[in-house]
């Protein structure tokens, strides 16, 4: 699929993104002037939802279109938990930026629908109704497009229809926004889409949309391929796969004969530490680099034992996605809520262990365990490979498998716990985090880990063609695009 894109108002840039040519463009607080121009013909917009992103977004967009006479309006049905939390934030009913979900709906000329995934595949008739013609309707994740597909139905006619995903949790997206006052630029990257053009301003509504919620750079896709690649990739290593791997490592560790803390240390600290802070700065390659000899061969083994175990997983659940059956599996999830709600994913003894690990830890003494690395490391190339088959493009496979998960999601579970990476995103994501990092972890277990302990050879194909992967060259053109500056998570 050829990702090209033309645009009115911003300058698009052809880079080199691995083994192609893509075009993007380049956010920051200087294009903030552009926004009028980019939101012609909106008065009003209406976020819809106070989740993962509503939050974010909201005061994203407030803040960035401050003084510019188009209002930002937060919908959310009358008697919501979240009616407080909006205020709070500076929304409030009196100043006509704050209001029920349906009646914001139907006054905005730009809708960014982000409700729970469940909720919209629940209210989406109500929605479409609602909406006035040739206004927008946005959304920062394609699930309904997905979900639709499977019953059969469409968006309406005379709308336009289109995507900002930003490659992160909400919070980041906030964070970084706010970080971005003293640092051009930064920011969260998103990608976009248009589904449906039917005023011809389409493409321009969704940059400014990018821009002025920050995202130091904005990529085309497909709704269509966005929902795959993101249900997907919190399934595998941005969520789900990253907490099995853990949970794998540490028991493994704590079996050698490691005390608990020294085993957190090796396999969670290890990961969230200096294994993702080199990813973010210096790339993948430069995790192995770092290595001396022994570390280099151990890193190896791990690496060439966890690659295969992994693909086999991966390669099921983006098949789960593409044919529907996770997205049904999500539905069916929101009714039983009720019954059955989310527990609590890190009160095992290992995760109590990490309180005490948090509390005294010094960072410059965290390890980078070549073991850890090369089992994380393989994990992660297996969703890349997973994604290049599967036609997606190489900004939207380096984001969904990469830079999501050292830049944004791993902070949060390095500053408090898993739970709390997954807790603040959305609810597909945790969802899928709590399918499938099971398997991730009893799949290293019974395959990777015996593989390593029996000596098998090592795969000298397979590590050849990690040297030698595209992603290399498409993670280093990301990094130009992106500040120099990392997320300050903060509770």
Same mark, same amino acid.
């Given at each position: ?476 053109? @990301? @990094? ?12």
């Amino acid at each position: 699929m050829k990702f090209d894109f033309t645009t009115n108002v911003f300058k698009k840039e052809k880079v080199k993104m691995g083994p192609a040519d893509e075009y993007i463009v380049r956010g920051g607080r200087d294009l903030f002037p552009l926004l009028p121009t980019a939101f012609k013909g909106i008065k009003q917009i209406g976020v819809i939802g106070w989740g993962s992103q509503g939050p974010a977004q909201s005061q994203n967009l407030r803040d960035s279109l401050e003084g510019t006479g188009i209002r930002v309006k937060v919908g959310l049905r009358k008697g919501s938990g979240s009616w407080a939390a909006a205020e709070k934030a500076g929304f409030a009913e009196s100043r006509g930026t704050l209001g029920e979900m349906i009646k914001v709906v139907s006054e905005s000329d730009l809708v960014i629908l982000l409700i729970a995934d469940a909720a919209q595949a629940k209210v989406y008739k109500e929605v479409f109704a609602a909406m006035k013609p040739r206004s927008t309707l946005g959304f920062s994740h394609g699930f309904l497009v997905g979900y639709l597909s499977t019953i059969g139905e469409k968006f309406r006619s005379d709308i336009n229809v289109i995507g900002v995903c930003p490659k992160g949790m909400g919070p980041s997206v906030r964070r970084l926004y706010e970080q971005g006052k003293t640092v051009n630029g930064a920011g969260i990257n998103s990608s976009f889409a248009v589904e449906q053009d039917a005023t011809g301003s389409a493409t321009d509504y969704a940059l400014g949309w990018s821009v002025a919620i920050g995202s130091p750079f904005t990529f085309m896709t497909s709704l269509e391929m966005e929902y795959r690649s993101d249900i997907f990739g919190e399934r595998g290593i941005l969520l789900g796969a990253v907490h099995g791997i853990v949970e794998a490592l540490y028991r493994r560790y704590v079996d050698g004969g490691m005390k608990g803390e020294a085993a957190f240390n090796e396999s969670v600290e290890s990961i969230t530490g200096p294994i993702s802070r080199m990813i973010s700065r210096k790339g993948l390659r430069a995790v192995y680099e770092s290595l001396d000899p022994a570390g280099k061969k151990t890193f190896e083994q791990a690496y060439s034992a966890s690659y295969r175990p992994c693909l086999e997983i991966l390669a099921e659940i983006y098949d789960e996605v593409a044919s529907g059956n996770e997205i049904r599996s999500v539905v069916m999830a929101g009714e039983r809520f009720a019954r059955f709600p989310m527990g609590t994913i890190d009160d095992t003894p290992m995760w109590k262990t990490g309180i005490k690990v948090r509390a005294a830890r010094v960072e410059e003494k965290i390890p980078l365990n070549p073991f850890t690395a090369g089992v994380y490391l393989a994990c992660m190339m297996a969703q890349i490979d997973i994604l290049s088959e599967r036609g997606h493009a190489f900004s939207e496979i380096a984001n969904e498998s990469v830079i999501e998960a050292v830049d944004s999601l791993n902070p949060y579970m390095h500053y408090k716990g898993v739970a709390y990476m997954v807790d603040n995103c959305s609810t597909t994501a945790r969802l899928g985090s709590r399918k499938w990092a099971p398997r991730f972890d009893y799949i290293l277990s019974q395959l990777a880990f015996p593989a390593v302990d029996e000596k098998r050879p090592v795969d000298a194909k397979l590590l050849d063609a990690f040297h030698k992967h595209p992603i290399h060259e498409a993670l280093a053109a @990301a @990094a130009e695009l992106r500040p120099s500056v990392d997320i300050a998570v903060r509770g």
